[in-house]
């Protein structure tokens, strides 16, 4: 018989006859295996391969042009085919080859005769909905045409026949209370009664989007009628080929081609293909991780089970087996379980993704274009699985292999000798490893925040910034697994302090740390098993929490959070305010939605921001004082950033001296106004700041050496704010005592003078905001209301008015969170009850002897409790400090992102975890565990 022979026949025996051990290392091995085997799968279905993403663009036609530019003979498509243009230019960029007043001819001129074409473009209408009014998209042309299928799909129904039907997408139905052969009324840009023909489905959007599909000229005779350049052409019959490229080029299209994508590849950002770089990267590191946490996990099995199968490799090595043999007894287990974990794992996976992907696919293509199930990747997979189960099994098998084969053949279970170097080295290498994690996230925050720059404003590392913070990524991985391998390796040291501290506690816990501290190899796998449990749990919910703040605080807060507001529209000047209109608009919102009586807002007039109209005079506007101005870039542009870590460039409103939406800048009014803009009572300092005829600003920028400054700016000079760097002098300015008033989030009100203040400066206030508090959450209903009711009133006042709501960012992260906390508590908790339980079966000869000397069950069950307490506690918080490092060296050190730990998830996924377990060892131990009269309980 050969020597693989015999350890494959050996390893086969230990595992038939070890079975629930056997079952349980498949199992750890085998869960991760179905995470990632399911997520691939995912993945891959979100990526389009070329010919789907064609035909979600194309559906069965050939080709698509857009018209981007006037007719040049210069301009080339770089690649051809591709979305990217560019002609030849002088110096200075002006064009050399095109007239600039020249007009395009019909894309007819430049295809071969007889060519047919689609034409299509998207827009907006508003429509009567079930309770109000509702702006919804709208695509103008043939969407049913046969040619279009792939890219539209007619689901029921029949074309429009005419220009007042219309066909619609089912939640189109939804939306406006309708079924198909009834009216809708459209309102703008088109007035009248259509007749719904049919259903179709659009690829680019989700079944829940609606959406109305109208004819070609149905806008024909209005404003709204779409531009050349709005149209997509589609030649359903014509695959355009490199020298009919150039043709449409020459006359300022560029254009999509079957062909040309073939040839030149698929360079069309608008397209559904994706490569999910992103994903595929996020993957590799929760691969590598979790590979490493596996390890730990199934390790401390095979240590465990490898130690209770000391004594028959014991008698195999006494009859002339080598310790290579040894070796390769257990190392090849592990190999072999790991390949039967992965192969059900993977299997698993994929069954579990495509359940997945049944489940949440919304009809469209971008989101899931096919179902790509690529064999060698989860084929991969499984050979990673049986590396894992190796190199989970080669410590404990080392281990065994260098035991004393006399005392081993005894029975004898005394603990190996400690060694005093390791703990050092421990310390050692989880230092090693935490600086390691934090000098790559350091320069992941460098390079992402792009301090470094050539002449020209491009990064130095631009070209390869995505490679190079993929593999600062991958370090701050290396450096988490090389911290915790660190703190395994000074598990005993920390063993040793709990002894030390547990002395003054009583018998109990100086007895089971005690006992923990010389059983070292009872105690540090099962620690090792834990942590990375723990460290998975916090981790995970660090990383929504973080991301969910960076998130919100990139949203932008033109008013305060559940509030409604109603106002006079950007398009129209301020100088006549609300008017005599105050009193509908507040009707309208308290008659549509749930609110508090409205607050009337009064401020200084501000010009009209469409730009549309010639204004003169001179305007009023709150300025960052010029230390506090966030600086410009290179380039020459501000930059502001809402999650910058320079508090100067994270608030909008103060970096380019522009409100939000329509909100003013300069505000009038007192505390009972400022209560309303804040959401709540104003501080004592910002109250008596207004009855003492002062200030109170908004922005921290605004207040410097407890002055506001306010200066006067004519339309035009006043736009030229979006550059507050580089800044021209006001016409004339005027300085305020302030005080600066905190608010949750930027707002996009800028400041509050009092009305003596602006009295004093000549500041003829104006009624221009309405601001009520909402009561409860609005309905897309109670919405559509509210716009009906305005549009009433703009009727006879030329669009003057708005109205909205602020219910602030949408965010599932606090459910997740709890989501998150249960699922890995239920994981953790499986992993410590089966570390303890392994533990404790290799503690069963000491537990009988404290039984057989008359340890009474109540001092049994407390030992219990503390060993059970330290054990998890000690893994519990060991992976949190090492997650929350980790989190931090993503997040906190990261330009635009937020480090946020919810601290309550994390308390009870670790102390509330190791109570609960050591609660349930304390209620299950105590019992008989031996005949007391066996000598072997206590030999």
């Known amino acids: 018989m050969s020597a693989l022979a015999l350890v494959w026949r050996l390893a086969r025996r230990g595992t038939v006859l070890t079975r629930a051990q056997a079952v349980l290392i498949a199992a750890l091995i085998a869960l991760p295996m179905l995470g990632y085997s399911g997520v691939a799968l995912v993945i891959d279905s979100r990526s389009a391969t070329t010919a789907e993403a064609l035909d979600a663009a194309l559906g069965h036609t050939g080709s698509r042009a857009q018209l981007v530019n ?214 590799g590191l929760a691969l590598a991780f979790g590979a490493f946490e596996v390890i730990l996990l199934a390790g401390s099995a095979f240590f465990i089970g490898a130690k209770q199968r000391q004594r028959v490799l014991a008698i195999v090595a006494s009859a002339g087996g080598s310790r290579g043999t040894l070796i390769g007894v257990v190392s090849l287990t592990g190999a072999a379980l790991g390949l039967v974990g992965g192969f059900v794992g993977s299997a698993a996976g994929v069954g579990a993704g495509s359940l997945y992907l049944r489940l949440t696919a919304d009809g469209s293509a971008a989101h899931y274009p096919g179902y790509h199930l690529i064999w060698w990747v989860h084929a991969l997979m499984v050979l990673a699985a049986a590396l894992i189960g190796f190199s989970a099994a080669v410590i404990p098998a080392v281990t065994v292999a260098r035991m004393d084969v006399v005392s081993s053949l005894r029975g004898a279970t005394r603990p190996g000798r400690a060694s005093r170097r390791r703990p050092v080295l421990g310390v050692i290498v989880a230092l090693a490893g935490a600086a390691l994690a934090l000098g790559c996230g350091v320069t992941a925050a460098i390079i992402t925040s792009g301090d470094f720059h050539t002449s020209d404003g491009h990064t130095l590392l631009e070209q390869h910034a995505s490679r190079v913070l993929a593999a600062l990524h991958y370090g701050i991985t290396a450096g988490v697994i090389v911290m915790q391998f660190g703190l395994i390796m000074m598990s005993s040291l920390i063993l040793a302090g709990i002894g030390s501290a547990a002395r003054r506690l009583g018998a109990a816990p100086r007895l089971a740390s005690r006992d923990l501290a010389r059983n070292r190899s009872r105690a540090v796998p099962a620690i090792a098993a834990i942590m990375p449990t723990s460290f998975l749990a916090v981790f995970v919910m660090g990383t929504l929490a973080s991301t969910d703040a960076a998130d919100r605080s990139r949203y932008q807060w033109d008013i305060g959070d559940q509030q409604a507001v109603a106002y006079v529209a950007g398009a129209a000047p301020q100088s006549e305010g609300l008017g005599a209109h105050a009193d509908e608009l507040a009707a309208a919102l308290e008659r549509t939605l749930a609110v508090t009586r409205p607050v009337l807002i009064s401020s200084a007039p501000e010009p009209a921001r469409s730009g549309e109209t010639a204004e003169t005079g001179l305007y009023a506007v709150p300025l960052a004082a010029a230390a506090d101005r966030c600086p410009e870039t290179v380039q020459g542009y501000v930059a502001s950033d809402s999650g910058s870590k320079d508090w100067r460039c994270n608030d909008p409103v103060a970096s380019y001296g522009l409100s939000f939406d329509d909100a003013p800048l300069l505000v009038v009014g007192g505390p009972r106004e400022l209560a309303q803009i804040l959401g709540h009572t104003p501080s004592k300092a910002a109250v008596a700041a207004l009855r003492g005829g002062g200030a109170v600003s908004l922005h921290r920028a605004f207040v410097h050496d407890g002055q506001l400054t306010i200066g006067w700016y004519s339309a035009q000079k006043r736009d030229e704010l979006m550059k507050v760097s580089v800044l021209a002098a006001p016409a004339t300015s005027a300085a305020v005592p302030a005080v600066y008033e905190r608010t949750a989030h930027p707002l996009g009100f800028g400041a509050i003078l009092s009305p003596s203040a602006a009295q004093r400066l000549g500041i003829d206030a104006v009624p221009t905001t309405l601001l009520a508090t909402l009561k409860s959450s609005p309905t897309q209903a109670q919405q559509d209301a509210l716009r009906a009711a305005v549009d009433v009133i703009n009727a006879s006042n030329n669009d003057a008015f708005g109205a909205g709501v602020q219910t602030g960012p949408s965010s599932t992260s606090p459910a997740y969170l709890w989501v998150a906390l249960a699922a890995s508590s239920l994981i953790a908790l499986a992993a410590a009850v089966v570390a303890l339980s392994l533990a404790r079966q290799d503690g069963a000869r000491d537990a009988a002897a404290f039984e057989a000397i008359g340890a009474p069950p109540r001092t049994r069950r407390t030992i219990a409790f503390w060993q059970a307490l330290i054990i998890v506690g000690s893994g519990a918080v060991l992976g949190a400090l090492t997650a929350t490092l980790t989190v931090y060296a993503a997040f906190g050190l990261a330009p635009g992102q937020i480090f946020a730990m919810p601290w309550t998830q994390v308390a009870l996924g670790t102390v509330g975890l190791a109570a609960t377990i050591a609660i349930g060892f304390w209620v299950v131990s105590g019992r008989p565990t031996a005949d007391k009269t066996r000598r072997a309980a206590i030999a």
Request: aromatic share 6%; proline share 7%; no cysteine.
């Open 70 to 283: 006037a007719p040049d003979s210069s301009m080339r498509q770089t690649p051809p085919g591709s979305q990217s243009w560019q002609v030849d230019e002088d110096s200075d960029g002006t064009p050399l080859h095109q007239n600039p007043d020249a007009s395009n001819a019909p894309i007819t001129s430049a295809l071969p005769a007889g060519t047919r074409v689609l034409r299509l473009a998207d827009t907006t209408v508003e429509a009567d909905s079930k309770a109000g009014v509702a702006d919804l998209a709208a695509t103008v042309g043939p969407a049913w045409d046969h040619s279009l299928r792939g890219r539209f799909t007619v689901t029921s129904g029949r074309a429009p026949a005419n220009d007042h039907e219309l066909m619609v997408t089912p939640a189109a139905l939804t939306r406006l209370d309708t079924r198909v052969g009834d009216a809708v009324h459209l309102n703008s840009p088109i007035t009248g009664d259509y007749t719904i023909t049919g259903l179709i489905d659009d690829t680019r959007v989700a079944r829940s989007v609606p959406e109305l599909f109208l004819r070609d000229g149905a806008l024909d005779g209005t404003a709204a009628v779409p531009a050349a350049g709005s149209y997509s052409y589609y030649l359903p019959d014509l695959d355009v080929d490199a020298t009919q490229a150039k043709t449409l080029n020459h006359a300022g299209y560029i254009v999509l081609s079957r062909s040309l994508a073939a040839r030149y590849g698929l360079d069309w950002p608008n397209t559904i293909q994706s490569s999910n770089g992103s994903l595929w990267l996020m993957l």
